[in-house]
């Protein structure tokens, strides 16, 4: 014979520990501190990069001349011009004629 099977016993949270209020204390300040820490890097950090950034601005043409980037099935990524420059035609190099070994 099967007995039926009653509620389980309510669970309820353990009363808070006062010696624990010290630990939340604790936790929280040193969140606080590692908040800081993490401002004062990002900080750091963008006065480094400001002049590399400016650099970069001023050898970057408007960007609405170029198209989205494109990711290629291996990998690469590649950014087009939407009008390509004119360039220069491009000669092939000399070859050697039959016999001859430039060394």
Do not use: C, F, K
Request: charged share 30%.
């Amino acid at each position: 014979m099967v007995q039926p099977v009653g509620p389980a016993h309510a669970q309820t949270s353990p009363e808070p520990d006062p010696r624990d209020q010290g630990a939340d204390r604790d936790w929280s300040e040193g969140l606080g501190l590692l908040q800081e820490g993490a401002r004062r890097l990002l900080r750091g950090l963008m006065q480094e990069m400001e002049p590399a950034l400016r650099d970069l601005g001023t050898r970057i043409d408007d960007l609405s001349v170029y198209h989205r980037p494109e990711l290629l099935p291996n990998g690469d990524i590649i950014i087009r011009r939407r009008v390509p420059l004119e360039s220069e035609p491009v000669s092939p190099p000399e070859l050697p004629r039959e016999g001859e070994i430039d060394i």
